[in-house]
């Protein structure tokens, strides 16, 4: 196996199911032309630098460096790297998203909770007309994650 660039597809499975047993999820897997490896991985809780540098082992000992020349960094997502599991979503209950749906419409609001299936965002309608106070009520909508390309925290 020489030449061929390591995919990352490989290396999710080489990892994920051990990073499972260990309570990660294994958020994304990235390879980047200059051969560098990223690997985003996460807890409900976050993660410390002592988990991403078992993870770095764990990756280390499943890809053999004499076979293949890498660079490896481990992270958890940053905030500005989309949602792409419904454990983040569940994890940033409270704070507010951005979502693309597939049917190209973008949706703003709170996330009021999340199951494995869909996303439930508290939508704030707009005032329409400034000068008169009306009661405005958040309103729950469901969003299923099939239905979504992208979804951003806002920050």
Known sequence: MSGGM????HIRGLIEKDLRERNFFLVDVQVKPSGKIFVYAD???????DECVAISRLVESKIDRNVEDY??????????????????YQKNTGRMLRIVK???????GKIKEADDEKVILEITPHQKQPGRKKETKAEPIEIYYADIIKAKLLI
């Open 6 to 9: 390591i995919k990352a597809e």
């Open 43 to 49: 807890t409900l809780n976050g993660i410390t630098l």
């Open 71 to 88: 660079e490896l960094e481990v992270s958890s997502p940053g905030l500005d790297n989309p949602l792409r599991l419904p454990f983040q």
């Open 102 to 108: 597939t049917d190209g419409n973008t949706q703003e």
